[in-house]
Structure formats: structure tokens, C-alpha cells
């Protein structure tokens, strides 16, 4: 048998009975695994069970943090190093393999993982989706997800949704070999789920508009790392017109999505789209200033925005089931 790799992988989940399987199956090579889950009406649980992974249950009350930043606060991790897994991921185990080697280096305290992205049943190699890196294994002690101010938008879930980890010291590096994200859902789901992600969205691109402050995030930067410069291109991104014409021309033409045939083009059509609901909810939250949702009362389109500064924790319980 092979020996157990000192990590403790963590996995948000939420009603995901169709992905858990694949997911927990490529993670079992990990010394521990907690899935932090949101009161799953599926079978989500029974399977965790099944798989030997611990299960904490997480009650957000809509304030920061989130579940992947209170995980990290609050569960009893046995090891220094912990990997971030979507229930849609899976680690292979040339990556697994690669990861052995890597937390054994002293002077590296996170790394960056690339992803390739699969959509209706083919990677998306071009169209901008790849090379997509994200910071998932890290020391838990000095790693955080960034607060980008979106707390006050509702309807987007109570996990973080394109945050970023920021490593408060020492180096990061790369890993070689990529992890997957294969969604076993169809496209009802991926359209739901897109649907929450534009409100995100849409008020990551109203904080940049009207100048909120960047403190504790991973900043943007045209001569920084990868995410920093998309961070940096996005202010740039965020004023110009006709941004859902252009997500399709970019995405299909200039970073040639036509070659990732039938599927790169309904990738790319469907991304012009969620533009446009960014775009459609940016003005609502321009016409309530900053709230989404607001209902047609004169008292509540002028209810100011409570002050971040005074907002209570997320209530949460550690229910850890073996």
C-alpha cells in the first residue's frame, strides 16, 4: 500500500453527491480529509462516510468569513500543509507525487496548482482557460482567502468563490503537473451556478469602479504574478464598453477557442453571456447604490450599507464525523 502523504486536504461541499466520488477517490492518498459541508439535502454525507473523510457542518449566517476561511480558522488540522479541493477536482497521482516532494522543500510555503478545465466532456485548452493557476496547497498557519468585499451581496453561496489565498510570509512556487476540474453535472447546474457568480461579480467590478481599497488581497500588479496581472488587466477590463461582444471575441477568436471545436465555441457564446449579467447587475447596483436585490420602497433603497467593521462571525459547528 502506498504510505499516506502529510496533508490535510479540504473540501467545501454542498449537495454534490454526482462529483464526491471521483473527487474523494483521487484525494486518498491524503493523511486526513475534512469535507466542510452546508446541511446537503443529497446523499453528499452518506458518501463522505463511506470514503473515510470527515465531516464538519458549517451554518453561515451571510457574513464574512466564508466556509473555506472559517475552515481554516477552526478545524483541527494534524498537518502544517493543507490542499484546497473543489468537489469537481481531482488530484492525479503524478501530481500527488510531485506534491510528496514539494512540502519536503523548507523555504516554500504555498504553491500555485494549474488547472485544466473540462466542459462538456473536453478540456478547454485555449479561449484563456488554461493555463489557470490557483494557490491550493499552502501552510494553513500562514495562508488566508482574501475578503474582496462581497459579503453584502446575497444569492452567491456561502463559499468564496474566485478569491485568492494570500501567504502572510515566505516564498510560493509552481507545480508541474495539473489537477482536473471535470464537473459531473450538466449544464443546468453550470448555468445555476454562474447565475450566483455574477452577483460576486458584479460587485468586484463596482468596488473597482467607485476606488474601495485593496488591503489584505493579493493586489494587482502588471509585473506580478499571473493572477496579479489578470487582477491588473481587470481595472482595465471593467470600463470598457461592449464587454459581452468582446469576452466572445477574445475568448473565441483572439485566444482561439474555435480550436477547441463545437464545445470551445458554447463555452465561449456562454461566457459572452455571464458577461452580460455581470453588466445587467453592475447597473442595479449602481441604481441602489451598491445593493442587489433592493425591493421598490423608498425606505429600503435608501437603507445604507452596514459598516463591515461591526458585523457578527459566521455561526458555524464542528460536527466531525469518521
Not at 492518498?29 to 475534512?34: L, S, T
Not at 470527515?54 to 468569513?65: A, I, L, T
Not at 484546497?84 to 516532494?101: A, S, T
Request: with cysteine.
Amino acid at each position: 500500500m502506498t504510505s499516506k502523504i502529510p496533508v490535510s486536504v479540504l473540501i467545501p461541499a454542498k449537495n454534490e453527491e454526482s462529483n464526491l466520488p471521483a473527487c474523494l477517490e483521487s484525494v486518498a492518498r491524503a493523511d486526513e480529509v475534512f469535507v466542510v459541508d452546508s446541511q446537503s439535502a443529497d446523499r453528499s454525507v452518506e458518501i463522505c462516510e463511506q470514503h473515510g473523510a470527515q465531516v464538519v457542518q458549517f451554518h453561515f449566517n451571510g457574513r464574512w468569513p466564508k466556509k473555506k476561511n472559517w475552515s481554516l480558522d477552526n478545524l483541527p488540522f494534524k498537518n502544517d500543509w493543507v490542499l484546497i479541493v473543489d468537489c469537481d477536482e481531482r488530484i492525479p497521482d503524478e501530481l500527488w507525487d510531485e506534491i510528496e516532494q514539494a512540502i519536503q522543500v523548507s523555504d516554500y510555503n504555498g504553491y500555485y496548482l494549474n488547472r485544466r478545465v473540462f466542459f462538456l466532456g473536453k478540456w478547454i485548452r485555449f479561449g484563456g482557460k488554461y493555463p489557470d493557476w490557483n494557490l491550493r496547497l499552502f501552510r494553513h498557519a500562514v495562508g488566508r482567502y482574501e475578503n474582496l468585499n462581497t459579503e453584502e451581496i446575497r444569492n452567491t453561496g456561502d463559499n468564496e468563490v474566485h478569491e485568492h489565498v494570500v501567504i502572510e510570509q515566505g516564498q510560493v512556487g509552481y507545480l508541474k503537473t495539473d489537477m482536473l476540474h471535470i464537473d459531473f453535472r450538466d449544464l443546468f447546474h453550470w448555468l445555476e451556478r454562474h447565475n450566483r457568480y455574477s452577483n460576486w461579480e458584479a460587485r468586484v467590478y463596482y468596488n473597482l469602479l467607485t476606488g474601495m481599497g485593496e488591503d489584505g488581497t493579493i493586489g494587482a500588479n502588471l509585473f506580478g504574478d499571473s493572477v496579479q496581472r489578470k487582477r491588473f488587466l481587470k481595472k482595465i477590463w471593467v470600463r470598457l464598453p461592449f464587454k459581452p461582444f468582446l469576452r466572445f471575441v477574445l475568448c473565441y477568436f483572439i485566444r482561439l477557442g474555435f480550436l477547441d471545436g463545437r464545445a470551445g465555441y458554447i463555452y465561449a457564446r456562454l461566457l459572452s453571456q455571464y458577461e452580460y449579467q455581470i453588466g445587467v447587475k453592475l447597473f442595479e447596483l449602481k441604481k441602489f447604490g451598491g445593493q442587489l436585490n433592493v425591493r421598490e420602497k423608498k425606505e429600503e433603497v435608501n437603507t445604507p450599507i452596514q459598516s463591515t467593521n461591526d458585523k457578527p462571525q459566521a455561526i458555524a459547528s464542528v460536527n466531525v464525523q469518521s
